[in-house]
């Protein structure tokens, strides 16, 4: 079992910066990937960024050339959100795979709300 605990998140304004940060716990060496999903209200849930243990990065058409995802070491995996707007505005949840690709979930974090206000 992975436990993941998100941190960061807020209310900013259009053009404003976040970031978030995700620390993976208990079966790490399970985790070939790691990645964020958003949650609009009334939307469903997308992926917004995604990388996997070797480095292969992907991101959402929407958060190209404004968001950047890294890893710190392979327990923690950031989201550095910038010139947000406010379709950006969700619940943004952590996610652990054991598959490198399709982002296919295994673990979640509890989600962590970012507004960007108009």
């Known amino acids: 079992q992975v436990q993941l605990v998100e941190s960061g998140g807020g209310l900013v304004q259009t053009g404003g910066s976040l970031r978030l940060s995700c620390a993976a716990s208990g079966s790490i060496l399970s985790i070939a990937s790691m990645g964020w999903y958003r949650q609009a209200p009334g939307k469903q849930r997308e992926l917004v960024a995604s990388?996997?243990?070797?480095?292969?990065i992907n991101y959402a058409d929407a958060v190209k050339g404004r968001f950047t995802i890294s890893r710190d070491t392979s327990k923690v995996v950031n989201l550095q959100m910038n010139s947000l707007k406010p379709e950006d505005t969700a619940v943004y949840y952590c996610?652990?795979?054991?598959?490198?690709?399709?982002?296919?979930?295994?673990?979640w974090g509890q989600g962590t709300q970012v507004t960007v206000s108009s």
């Open positions: 996610y652990a795979s054991k598959l490198p690709f399709g982002a296919v979930a295994n673990s």
């Open positions: 990388i996997t243990t070797g480095g292969i």
